[in-house]
């Protein structure tokens, strides 16, 4: 099997993977986002929850894209194509929005099966400790997503054969934690906030079966 057909499957796997998840959750939450009355309120992000989730919309094909990137992302992705030729940034942008929903979901689900394996060890370890916090003191997060209102490729580097690709998402969501007795501790179930987030993906493009993961998240 060639690197093409190995980059192939990796990804048709990948997918399948993500596809279930949105799958299950737009099932989850169809009742709930009928709700057309409320509008937009911008909060901040609640780095105990779950970082920003996102349902993606019609109109997100047309905002994301490469629109006022820092000099250089030209350059280090042509450097990726030299060892990946098949690498398509739209492509791979389109692929980093279901990457991006399907963590966060998982996230808040405790789906550590899934969030294995789409972030680095590193990433994991971080999310499974607060999950496993969320779950001795019996909270449980309830998240929402209105929309990605847009997403971008904000910084690209490569370096010693790894490649990393910094994506900036726009979404708005309701989020609210509650804890056992259903009493709301943190956030506002009946509050839209947009949230900014700033994710890293990295990928060892010598490696035998390359696949990118989640090694950094942050706020934008």
Known sequence: ???????????????????SVIRNAIHEHSSKISDQGRSPAKG????????APSRMGSEVGQ??????????????IDLIRRIDPTFDVRQFLDSGCLVYEAIVL????GDRDLLRDLASDEVYDEFAQ????????????????????????????FFNMQ?????GFSAQLVTATRAENGAVIAGDPAKVSDVN????????????????????TDAA
């Open 1 to 19: 099997m060639d690197q093409d057909e190995v980059n192939a499957m990796v990804l048709i796997i990948l997918l399948g993977i993500i596809w």
């Open 44 to 51: 901040s992000v609640h780095r105990n929850q779950a970082l």
């Open 63 to 76: 905002l994301a894209g490469l629109g006022g990137e820092p000099e250089g992302v030209d350059r280090d």
């Open 106 to 109: 998982a996230f808040a689900k």
């Open 130 to 157: 607060i999950i496993a916090l969320r779950e001795q003191r019996r909270e449980h997060v309830e998240l929402e997503f209105v929309c990605l209102r847009g997403a971008r490729i904000d910084k690209v580097s």
């Open 163 to 167: 490649a990393q690709i910094t994506f």
């Open 197 to 216: 987030d700033l994710w890293t993906f990295a990928c060892e493009l010598a490696s035998k079966k390359p696949v990118w993961k989640l090694v950094a």
